[in-house]
């Protein structure tokens, strides 16, 4: 097989997409292709190879006239100095808003030397920012204009029919996001310390009864992260419990408040944003993702990898990730009493929550992992190019 010269385009601040074209990135150069990422900082998760993908950043120009850096331009521009410096025979795009556009630009300026391109739709790109009316028509042209498109799950390929119009004569492949199933893996037995110690800096064992709760999200408000933390308020309620939120954002001010009003403080934990969050995820009992949309979610998979049935909303793209019944459950989005009665069931028996982690563990294993996801985008790739 020859060795591919693959351009990735991405956004470097913490989100799903960040992460797939990191983890992308990293296994195309174990497999030995040569990987050029093109983003403003790199990606968090990809310095953690030891296989080298080649960065380059994006720098943004500021003039006085301007009123904000022409971000979208000096994608473009960067697109084609690596394109031509290195020769790539693709460039795909995560997140279509602005960077399918970018691709487009550096294509045709390329003209015929130039690659084929892909475009990964990952969620609001299509679902809110990408259609808004100031930028829906060269979302939707130039997601059109791409080689290809793939999309995460059937959710988003029916949603970009829909909603962003693309036709049905315009190929949009589902490539279902992925896990490494070898860095997301279950405790050999869930330690209580390790966890402990994130609480209050460790100065409140946790007790033989209590269970803990983890959610983790960017705190945009479509993760809905109030929800996750007033049926938290209902489950401590029914059953000694503790709550960790990991990630930062937006409504990170307003859960905290809320927090407070409900006197939760003690058994409340506000981690921050971290890149690395395997180690804390796989001692937790129950994962929550209270999401008014997601397309996937990434997060919840990471959870189900590592053995930790997902309470989510039965919203999008998640009934294609968490098995509701079999490795999760799914309530209604909004729905805080049924998501607190879904947590305390699964929490109040022991064996219905060992028999749905090990469900989460091996159904993650059978249909996300990574290895047979990267055989899947390079046979797309190959495909793109004529190869087969
Ligand atoms: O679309 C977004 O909100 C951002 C994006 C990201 O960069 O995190 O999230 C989307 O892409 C992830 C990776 O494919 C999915 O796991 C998320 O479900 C999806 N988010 C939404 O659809 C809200």
Redesign the pocket.
């Known amino acids: 097989m020859t060795q591919l010269r693959i351009g990735i385009v991405?956004?470097a601040?913490?989100?799903?997409?960040?992460?797939?074209a990191a983890e992308l990135a990293k296994g195309m150069a174990r497999r030995g292709h040569r990987v050029h990422l093109i983003a403003r900082r790199p990606p968090p998760r990809v310095a953690f190879d030891a296989t080298p993908v080649f960065f380059h950043s994006v720098s943004l120009a500021s003039y006085p006239v301007l009123e904000q850096s022409p971000y979208a331009l000096a994608v473009a521009s960067k697109i084609i100095e690596v394109a031509q410096e290195h020769r790539l025979d693709i460039v795909h795009a995560?997140?279509a808003v602005p960077h399918a556009t970018s691709m487009y630009l550096a294509q045709q300026a390329m003209g015929e030397r130039s690659f084929r391109s892909v475009t990964?739709l990952?969620?609001?790109?299509?679902?809110?920012?990408g259609v808004e009316a100031s930028i829906q028509r060269i979302n939707r042209f130039s997601v059109e204009s791409s080689d290809g498109i793939t999309v995460?799950?059937q959710f988003?390929k029916r949603v970009a029919r829909e909603d962003l119009g693309l036709p049905e004569t315009k190929g949009i492949e589902v490539l279902t996001?992925f896990v490494d199933t070898d860095h997301f893996r279950p405790a050999k037995s869930r330690r209580r310390e390790v966890l402990a110690r994130l609480f209050n800096g460790g100065s409140t064992p946790i007790g033989p009864d209590e269970r803990v709760l983890v959610h983790v999200s960017?705190f945009?408000p479509?993760?809905r992260v109030g929800d996750a933390v007033q049926a938290f308020h209902r489950i401590q309620q029914r059953r000694p419990a503790r709550l960790l939120l990991v990630g930062d954002g937006p409504e990170r001010g307003e859960v905290a408040a809320m927090v407070r009003a409900l006197d939760l403080s003690r058994q409340v934990c506000f981690l921050g944003a971290m890149v690395e969050f395997s180690e804390l995820i796989r001692h937790a009992d129950l994962f929550m993702l209270p999401?008014?949309?997601?397309?996937?979610?990434?997060?919840?998979?990471e959870a189900l990898a590592s053995g930790v049935p997902v309470v989510a909303s039965d919203v999008?793209?998640?009934p294609e990730v968490v098995k509701n019944g079999v490795t999760g459950r799914l309530t209604p989005v909004g729905d805080i009493e049924a998501m607190a009665d879904a947590a305390v069931e699964l929490l109040a028996d022991e064996t219905t929550h060992r028999r749905t982690a090990q469900a989460a563990r091996a159904d993650a294993v059978d249909r996300f992992a990574l290895p047979a996801a990267l055989e899947r985008y390079e046979a797309y790739y190959r495909r793109l190019l004529g190869e087969r």
């Open positions: 991405c956004f601040s913490p989100g799903g997409s960040g992460v797939i995560h997140y990964t990952h969620g609001t790109d299509v679902t809110r920012v995460p799950s988003l996001n960017n945009r479509v993760k999401s008014e949309t997601e397309s996937f979610g990434l997060a919840a998979l999008g793209g998640l």
